[in-house]
């Protein structure tokens, strides 16, 4: 299983040969990770810095990008292309479903969320 990357603190994220190199702006600590480890990279801080060669090995590797807004919400998600032959497959799928599978996944998703947001609060309530 591939991990998520959450970049909360002033990171400036560059390419190694063969992964990323997140350097902590602040404390100057260094962490690498390797292409094939990364699901996807998440910023939710406007001071980060990456590489316009992040993205094109993003790409590549087929890692996914999301950039959070101030409140720390989904504002954008870069995803390659690459090699998603089916795409286009999967989305007529995805469309033609019927109102009622349609309904159960949604019910799932909402189910799942509270869910999450109980394990929030738990952990963070003070």
């Known amino acids: 299983m ?3 990357v959450y970049v909360e603190n002033k990171y400036f994220v560059a390419v190694t040969h063969n992964g990323f190199k997140l350097t902590n702006l602040e404390t100057k600590e260094k962490h690498c990770l390797s292409f094939e480890d990364v699901e996807i990279l998440i ?3 406007s001071q ?3 590489s316009a060669k992040v993205i094109e090995k993003c790409a590549d590797n087929k890692i996914g990008l999301l950039f959070c807004d101030r409140g720390h919400l989904p504002l954008s998600v870069l995803e390659s292309v ?5 795409r286009f497959e999967q989305l007529k799928c995805q469309l033609s479903a019927s109102s009622k599978v ?3 996944l949604w019910r799932k998703i909402v189910i799942s969320k509270i ?3 109980a394990v929030c609060l738990e952990k963070n309530w003070c």
């Open 48 to 50: 980060c810095y990456l």
């Open 102 to 104: 349609k309904g159960r």
């Open 82 to 86: 690459y090699g998603q032959q089916n």
């Open 2 to 4: 591939k991990n998520i």
């Open 43 to 45: 910023f939710d801080n």
């Open 115 to 117: 869910i999450n947001q």
